[in-house]
């Protein structure tokens, strides 16, 4: 609406879908020529879709407010190749612990801050784990669990974008994840392996203690949490480190209307557009000078704002493969039977390396 009050000839339809089913609908609409004049991008996907979309060079060179130096630049660069920027982005944000400040209160528990380690997340795990309830939770999205991979010391995808998950130091952090669900029993088994939102289900049902995400899912506590929240950085294994990603929109190179998808592009990635998100509680802004409309509306969320920026000081970027989104679906499946207990990481990493050498090869 507000992209039209700018622009009254432009009006924007927005079509909506399921994180999954988007990465499955958006190649099929690309292929048959269906494909929307402004389209979804995140970090992770860009390169995989670099075709697809419209450089935006020399809109930009003719855009006297878009003001590219107020974008978080970690994330812009995401969208950026061979010094041509493909998209803007809107939101960004390190991986930070939720905690549910409620179940710590109940069993009388310290709440978990910066120095805690995983000695203690374990320990917490352990007291939280009572009565139906659970220390933590997982899901099939490797999203959620690789800030504790790297952190346990192993890494799956360098920052060169090679996939390599058969180290000794990789599938025993896969493994001691695994072991949390099936050995220890301080996480519930994923019920919905489909479900790439089925962690945030259970946590808001009131009986996990701890569970890792970005700041996008404040928005899910404001909603449907009806009890307290903590935040705080995620626990300090062999070293303090977490993951940082974020989201943007970029023009179709289809489109019949470039300039028009421009206009609309600065305008739902501009300052008023992410203030708005912002004071939702929906998204971290990328863009600077909004940023502190986020830790003000979200003041009330106890630690936030101490936890992002911190996490921010512990930050590296998610590193990623080629074609990506086929890459994470095998590695998302392959997990599915370590996490279950089917399987061992060991012999599932070579199951999942090699299906992933045969597709980038």
């Known amino acids: 609406d507000n992209v039209t009050k700018e622009y009254p000839n432009i009006k924007i339809t927005i079509e909506n879908t399921d994180w999954t089913s988007y990465w499955t609908k958006l190649p099929v609409e690309l292929a ?10 995140h970090f992770s996907r860009a390169s995989d879709y670099k075709d697809s979309m419209l450089p935006l060079g020399e809109y930009i060179k003719d855009d006297e407010k878009v003001n590219m130096g107020d974008f978080y630049s970690g994330i812009l660069d995401c969208f950026t190749f061979d010094d041509e920027v493909y998209a803007f982005p809107y939101d960004f944000g390190p991986y930070v612990m939720y905690y549910n400040k409620d179940l710590f209160d109940k069993y009388k528990l310290e709440y978990p801050d ?9 320990e917490i795990c352990e007291k939280l784990s009572v009565d139906g309830n659970y220390g933590t939770v997982f899901c099939s999205s490797c999203d959620y669990y690789i800030p504790q ?3 346990l010391g192993g890494e799956i ?3 060169k ?5 058969t180290d000794k130091e990789t599938t025993d952090a896969l493994q001691t994840l695994a072991d949390l669900i099936n050995v220890q029993g ?3 088994k994923i019920a919905d392996t489909a479900n790439t939102v089925w962690n945030w289900e259970q946590f808001e049902a009131g009986n996990i203690g701890m569970l890792i995400d970005g700041p996008w899912c404040v928005s899910n506590v404001i909603n449907y949490c009806d009890f307290n929240v903590g935040y ?11 993951t940082i990603n974020g989201s943007g929109l970029a023009v179709s190179n289809t489109t019949k209307h470039p300039k028009e998808a421009y206009l609309a592009l600065q305008s739902l990635t501009g300052p008023a557009a992410q203030q708005i998100l912002a004071e939702n509680g929906r998204a971290l802004p990328s863009r600077e000078s909004v940023r502190d409309y986020y830790y003000e509306a979200m003041s009330e969320q106890d630690g936030l704002e101490e936890a992002i920026r911190a996490s921010l000081d512990i930050g590296i970027p ?6 990506f989104s086929e890459v994470s679906t095998i590695l998302n499946s392959g997990m599915d039977v370590v996490f279950s207990g089917e399987a061992a990481a060991k012999e599932a990493a070579k199951d999942i390396q090699a299906q992933v050498d045969a597709l980038l090869k």
């Open 114 to 122: 910066e120095e805690t380690d995983w000695e203690e997340f374990m």
């Open 32 to 41: 048959s020529g269906n494909a929307p004049d402004l389209m979804y991008m």
């Open 232 to 242: 705080t950085i995620v626990p300090a294994a062999q070293r303090h480190v977490t």
């Open 186 to 188: 301080y996480a519930p």
């Open 161 to 165: 974008g090679t996939f390599e998950i």
């Open 149 to 151: 991979v790297l952190s």
């Open 318 to 323: 998610y590193h990623v493969t080629e074609n």
């Open 157 to 159: 995808i360098d920052e």
